[in-house]
């Protein structure tokens, strides 16, 4: 049986729920939306389990990487079957406190399970498009050399 409407709109607010607890620096909000034994793969590596991800999370947002951020999260494509689905959508990071401008852009490939708290992420992986690194490349050099 495909997923119901509701389902995928379930899934879709725990996506948004949690980039607004990113967001708001909201540490458990953001780590309650992943079954404990969970995955999230990005570009800074690979953290299983709310112990290693309440790690990084914390250690990203102590570094400033999330502040005057926020995420906007579009094209959703959400798919599944009884009590497991897939679901992609893309991200745009802005910096809003400042001028506001695209810090970064990307895409998430979800794999969700059904609990009995609702729809939670078994693995969520975040791939940066490549300007960004681009971006940092061009300003690092641009940079007067001490």
């Known amino acids: 049986m495909s997923l119901s409407a509701s389902d995928k709109l379930a899934i879709i607010e725990l996506s948004n729920l949690q980039m607004r607890s990113l967001d708001n620096h909201d540490v458990d909000s953001w780590l309650g939306a992943w079954v404990p034994d969970g995955r999230f793969v990005a570009t800074y590596g690979t953290f299983v389990g709310h112990d290693a991800i309440r790690e990084f999370i914390n250690g990203h947002i102590a570094a400033g990487k999330e502040d005057g951020a926020r995420h906007l ?11 497991t689905a897939t679901a992609t959508c893309t991200v745009t990071k802005l910096q809003v406190v ?18 009995e708290d609702g729809w939670k ?4 992986q975040l791939d ?17 050399q001490q």
């Open 98 to 115: 400042e001028p506001p401008f695209i810090i970064a852009t990307g895409i998430y490939t979800d794999a969700l399970v059904r609990t």
């Open 121 to 124: 992420f078994q693995s969520r």
């Open 128 to 144: 940066i498009d490549p300007g960004v690194f681009a971006r940092a490349e061009a300003a690092a050099a641009a940079a007067p």
């Open 73 to 83: 999260m579009t094209n959703y494509i959400v798919d599944g079957d009884g009590d």
